[in-house]
């Protein structure tokens, strides 16, 4: 390689990518594509770590895959392709599961998180063994740095010491790899409820800005978010944090700083605000929708796409593998 590689995995676990998704993950990635040999999985075996329904799960597999190339992944630059499109995943993945402690797995407080709400007997082993594959996402193509939320963050370390550990026990055959925690990303907020993130398992949809709905929806969305009853448009997260989350997502699609738009906004009310930042979130959303269902349209061209990608990325997860393979005796 010539390039660090970059490793980075979406669940198709939503119809349509939100804004936070767009902001904090897509144009981050497509930014980095130039100086990364970036490898981008669309995660479908980790999915089925909690029910899924399999046509739910088809259709958002081909439509997250369709979103991100139509938000600029370019296919021709990055290596996006689909989980299950490459055994090696899951056979990496089972020669972790036997490098690591149950104990330690135990550890990972994003299982205990999920299973707790799932009820602990409702909880497959999957999700238990989840960090393994996750693991097995990042090794298999020697990732330098994963750029990921601070969510994730147990999970990188857990990737690093199983690496070591292989390699100790082994010989030096895997990467150890850095995770990217993205602090300088700006984090949106629902619009309705400003304290916490915008997210697809939100209780409700109301604050919830999807890149695929119609413009339509959004602008009303827009419209109704929550604000203050002082009038005033300023950044103030703690005491005006409706009114910052907008002015967040203005400063962060225009591209311009918030004081600027604060200037321009001086005197005025949130309606003229949100109509402008209506507009904004259109002119963003309006090329990605239209491509998208573009792509969609012609699932067979974009089977094709995946299918080359896969390609490439089985070339050097089976080479990984196969390294791993004979290092073990097996
Ligand atoms: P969700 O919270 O909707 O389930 P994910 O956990 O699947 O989203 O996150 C996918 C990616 O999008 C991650 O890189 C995450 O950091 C980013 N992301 C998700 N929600 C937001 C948000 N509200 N603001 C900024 N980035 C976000
Ligand atoms: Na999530």
Redo the contacts with the bound molecule.
Sequence with gaps: HTKPVIFSG??PSSDSL?L??Y???LSQWTQMQDSFDAFFCVVNLHAITVPQDPKDLAERTRATAAQYIAAGIDPEKSTLFVQSHVPAHAELAWVLNTLTGFGEASRMTQFKDKSQRQGADAASVGLFTYPMLMASDILLYQADTVP??EDQRQHVELTRDLAMRFNGRFGETFTVPEAQI?KG?????DLQDPSS?????AESEAGLIKVLDDPAVTRKKIMRAVTDADGEIRYDRELKPGVSNLLTIYSVLTGRMVESIEREFAGRGYGDLKKSLAEVVEETFTPVRDRTNELLSDPAELDRLLAKAADRANEVASTTLARVYDAMGI
């Design positions: 979406m669940q939100h936070g998704n902001i904090g993950a990921v939320g993205q990303t700006a984090k949106i907020y993130k915008m997210s697809k398992s």
